[in-house]
Structure formats: C-alpha cells, structure tokens
C-alpha cells in the first residue's frame, strides 16, 4: 500500500466548508462592456467608463464634465 500514512493524515481534516462561498461580483463583467479607466485628453483627469476594451494601457476618453462642455 502506498502512501496509506498520507491519507489518515487527511482524514481527520474532514470538515464542512459550506461558510466558505467563492463568488466575486468584481469577476462577473458584461458581456461585451466593462469598466475601464480612461484618461481624459482635456483635464487629464482619470475616470472610469463602461465600453467595451480590449486593448493595453490607458484609452483616452473625455470626461463627463468636459463633453458636457464641448
Ligand atoms: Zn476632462
């Protein structure tokens, strides 16, 4: 028999993990939009937006103070 002293050893950790719950609302995401952080190409000023992005780095959109004054 291989390694039986391995499986006692587990055996006594047998505990219910039922408290225990693995769902993270940050990992749920849209289907095709998410909340990006974007850098306003005005004020320079960071914010985040909800669209779609699949690129690296920082996407340059305006934000909402500076389209409402555009
Ligand atoms: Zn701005």
Redesign the pocket.
Known sequence: MPSAKRSASKKSVAKPSQAIISEEPETVIDHDKSKVECV??????K?IMNFHWIGRGTPRK??????DSI
């Open positions: 306003c190409p005005k004020c320079g000023k914010h305006y934000c909402q103070s500076c389209r």
